[in-house]
């Protein structure tokens, strides 16, 4: 593989890496305020995150 052929391939890469983040910032005040992350066995959420970024000192 070229080094050309590498950097289009990482530049690609990179694009759909970064595609969800944008769409994330995006819409982000369209999220609810807790989303579940984890399901348990029988499908019900058992775990879960604040969408809303915090920062602690």
Same mark, same amino acid.
């Given at each position: @593989?070229? /080094?050309k052929e590498r950097m +289009?391939? /990482? $530049?690609? #890469? *990179?694009?759909? =890496?970064? @595609?969800? *983040? $944008?769409y994330g910032l995006a %819409?982000?005040?369209? /999220?609810?305020? +807790?989303?579940? =992350? !984890?399901?348990? *066995? !029988? %499908? +019900?959420?058992?775990?879960s995150w604040t969408s809303?970024?915090?920062? #602690?000192?």
């Amino acid at each position: @593989m070229t /080094l050309k052929e590498r950097m +289009k391939y /990482l $530049f690609w #890469s *990179l694009v759909v =890496i970064v @595609m969800p *983040l $944008f769409y994330g910032l995006a %819409n982000y005040d369209r /999220l609810p305020a +807790k989303m579940a =992350i !984890h399901w348990g *066995l !029988h %499908n +019900k959420p058992n775990g879960s995150w604040t969408s809303r970024l915090r920062c #602690s000192g």
